[in-house]
Protein backbone atom coordinates (compact mmCIF):
# COMPACT_ATOMS: atom_id res chain seq x y z
CA UNK A 1 0.00 0.00 0.00
CA UNK A 2 3.20 2.01 0.57
CA UNK A 3 3.97 2.20 -3.08
CA UNK A 4 0.20 2.71 -4.19
CA UNK A 5 0.38 5.68 -2.18
CA UNK A 6 3.78 6.83 -3.60
CA UNK A 7 2.46 6.19 -7.33
CA UNK A 8 -0.48 8.14 -6.30
CA UNK A 9 1.68 10.77 -5.13
CA UNK A 10 3.41 11.15 -8.47
CA UNK A 11 0.91 10.94 -10.64
CA UNK A 12 -0.35 13.96 -8.57
CA UNK A 13 3.30 16.03 -9.21
CA UNK A 14 3.52 14.91 -12.45
CA UNK A 15 -0.18 16.60 -13.48
CA UNK A 16 0.11 19.64 -11.52
CA UNK A 17 3.99 19.80 -13.23
CA UNK A 18 1.97 19.15 -16.62
CA UNK A 19 -0.43 22.22 -15.52
CA UNK A 20 2.43 24.35 -14.74
CA UNK A 21 4.30 24.41 -17.61
CA UNK A 22 1.09 24.61 -19.64
CA UNK A 23 0.03 27.73 -17.89
CA UNK A 24 3.77 29.18 -17.98
CA UNK A 25 4.12 28.81 -21.81
CA UNK A 26 1.14 30.88 -22.17
CA UNK A 27 2.53 34.04 -21.18
CA UNK A 28 6.23 33.21 -22.85
CA UNK A 29 4.76 32.52 -26.12
CA UNK A 30 2.56 36.17 -25.71
CA UNK A 31 5.65 38.14 -24.66
CA UNK A 32 7.78 36.20 -27.44
CA UNK A 33 5.40 37.14 -29.99
CA UNK A 34 5.47 41.04 -29.01
CA UNK A 35 9.27 40.38 -28.83
CA UNK A 36 9.56 39.65 -32.49
CA UNK A 37 6.94 42.62 -33.56
CA UNK A 38 9.72 45.13 -31.61
CA UNK A 39 12.61 42.97 -33.42
CA UNK A 40 10.23 43.50 -36.94
CA UNK A 41 9.25 47.03 -36.67
CA UNK A 42 12.12 48.55 -34.55
CA UNK A 43 11.63 50.08 -31.33
CA UNK A 44 9.58 52.47 -31.89
CA UNK A 45 6.49 49.89 -32.04
CA UNK A 46 7.80 48.95 -28.46
CA UNK A 47 6.41 51.82 -26.58
CA UNK A 48 2.88 50.08 -26.83
CA UNK A 49 3.54 46.51 -26.67
CA UNK A 50 6.28 46.99 -23.14
CA UNK A 51 2.87 47.41 -21.06
CA UNK A 52 1.48 44.14 -22.42
CA UNK A 53 4.45 42.27 -22.02
CA UNK A 54 5.07 43.37 -18.45
CA UNK A 55 1.73 42.24 -17.65
CA UNK A 56 2.28 38.84 -19.08
CA UNK A 57 5.74 38.61 -16.85
CA UNK A 58 3.43 39.01 -13.94
CA UNK A 59 1.07 36.76 -15.10
CA UNK A 60 4.29 34.27 -15.10
CA UNK A 61 5.12 35.18 -11.60
CA UNK A 62 1.68 34.80 -10.29
CA UNK A 63 1.20 31.53 -12.00
CA UNK A 64 5.13 30.27 -10.21
CA UNK A 65 3.40 32.09 -6.87
CA UNK A 66 0.32 30.11 -6.88
CA UNK A 67 2.54 26.66 -7.94
CA UNK A 68 5.01 27.56 -4.41
CA UNK A 69 1.81 27.91 -2.17
CA UNK A 70 0.19 25.12 -3.84
CA UNK A 71 -2.15 22.96 -1.31
CA UNK A 72 -2.23 26.58 0.41
CA UNK A 73 -5.50 28.57 0.19
CA UNK A 74 -5.26 31.08 -2.35
CA UNK A 75 -6.67 34.52 -2.20
CA UNK A 76 -8.95 35.49 -4.84
CA UNK A 77 -8.77 39.83 -5.36
CA UNK A 78 -12.20 40.30 -6.89
CA UNK A 79 -12.82 43.63 -8.96
CA UNK A 80 -15.47 45.37 -10.64
CA UNK A 81 -14.96 45.36 -14.41
CA UNK A 82 -16.38 46.09 -17.53
CA UNK A 83 -16.95 43.04 -18.88
CA UNK A 84 -16.48 44.29 -22.54
CA UNK A 85 -13.60 46.33 -21.84
CA UNK A 86 -11.96 43.77 -20.46
CA UNK A 87 -12.32 40.71 -22.80
CA UNK A 88 -11.01 43.77 -25.42
CA UNK A 89 -7.79 44.10 -23.48
CA UNK A 90 -7.58 40.36 -23.03
CA UNK A 91 -8.21 40.19 -27.41
CA UNK A 92 -5.56 42.43 -27.56
CA UNK A 93 -2.92 40.38 -25.34
CA UNK A 94 -3.23 37.58 -28.11
CA UNK A 95 -3.45 39.81 -30.76
CA UNK A 96 -0.38 39.11 -32.16
CA UNK A 97 -0.77 35.08 -32.39
CA UNK A 98 -4.30 35.94 -34.12
CA UNK A 99 -2.53 38.03 -36.41
CA UNK A 100 0.29 35.42 -37.15
CA UNK A 101 -2.47 32.69 -38.00
CA UNK A 102 -4.65 35.35 -40.25
CA UNK A 103 -7.29 35.28 -37.31
CA UNK A 104 -10.09 36.86 -37.65
CA UNK A 105 -11.64 37.14 -33.71
CA UNK A 106 -15.39 39.24 -33.25
CA UNK A 107 -16.99 40.33 -30.13
CA UNK A 108 -20.22 40.56 -29.34
CA UNK A 109 -21.81 42.26 -25.94
CA UNK A 110 -23.89 45.02 -24.93
CA UNK A 111 -22.36 48.28 -23.65
CA UNK A 112 -21.76 48.11 -19.81
CA UNK A 113 -22.15 44.68 -17.90
CA UNK A 114 -20.64 45.27 -14.89
CA UNK A 115 -19.13 41.91 -12.67
CA UNK A 116 -16.69 41.54 -10.03
CA UNK A 117 -13.69 38.43 -10.72
CA UNK A 118 -10.18 38.65 -10.07
CA UNK A 119 -8.34 40.17 -12.79
CA UNK A 120 -5.26 38.48 -13.66
CA UNK A 121 -7.21 34.83 -12.64
CA UNK A 122 -9.82 35.43 -15.34
CA UNK A 123 -7.56 36.73 -17.73
CA UNK A 124 -5.13 33.09 -17.24
CA UNK A 125 -8.55 31.61 -18.26
CA UNK A 126 -9.45 33.64 -21.46
CA UNK A 127 -6.00 33.90 -22.72
CA UNK A 128 -5.97 29.82 -22.43
CA UNK A 129 -9.08 29.02 -23.97
CA UNK A 130 -8.55 31.38 -26.91
CA UNK A 131 -4.41 30.36 -27.34
CA UNK A 132 -5.93 26.72 -27.00
CA UNK A 133 -8.53 27.88 -29.89
CA UNK A 134 -5.63 29.12 -32.24
CA UNK A 135 -3.49 26.18 -31.43
CA UNK A 136 -6.62 23.69 -32.26
CA UNK A 137 -7.04 25.39 -35.77
CA UNK A 138 -7.69 23.55 -39.27
CA UNK A 139 -5.49 23.81 -41.47
CA UNK A 140 -7.07 24.55 -44.67
CA UNK A 141 -9.38 27.15 -43.52
CA UNK A 142 -8.62 30.32 -41.66
CA UNK A 143 -9.66 30.56 -38.06
CA UNK A 144 -12.42 32.68 -36.72
CA UNK A 145 -12.86 33.05 -32.72
CA UNK A 146 -16.48 34.05 -31.98
CA UNK A 147 -16.71 35.67 -28.37
CA UNK A 148 -19.91 36.50 -27.02
CA UNK A 149 -20.83 38.41 -23.73
CA UNK A 150 -24.56 37.98 -22.35
CA UNK A 151 -26.06 38.88 -19.38
CA UNK A 152 -28.46 37.44 -17.14
CA UNK A 153 -30.16 38.36 -14.06
CA UNK A 154 -28.06 36.63 -11.64
CA UNK A 155 -24.84 36.17 -13.80
CA UNK A 156 -23.16 36.54 -17.09
CA UNK A 157 -21.72 34.33 -19.52
CA UNK A 158 -18.88 34.30 -21.63
CA UNK A 159 -19.03 32.06 -24.74
CA UNK A 160 -16.63 31.80 -27.06
CA UNK A 161 -17.11 29.41 -30.40
CA UNK A 162 -14.30 28.75 -33.26
CA UNK A 163 -14.56 26.59 -36.00
CA UNK A 164 -11.37 24.73 -34.90
CA UNK A 165 -10.81 20.97 -35.07
CA UNK A 166 -13.38 20.57 -31.91
CA UNK A 167 -13.09 18.74 -28.60
CA UNK A 168 -15.18 15.92 -27.29
Given at each position: ?106 LTSKDEIYVSLDYNRMKQVLVN ?40
Amino acid sequence: SNVISENKRERRLYESLSKLTHELKNPITVCKGYIEIINKNGMSSAESYIPIISEEIDRALLVINDFSTFGKATTINKEEVDLKIYTEEIIDVVRPLLNKYNAKIFLTSKDEIYVSLDYNRMKQVLVNVLKNAIEARKEEEPLEIKVELKEYSNCCKIIVKDNGIGMS
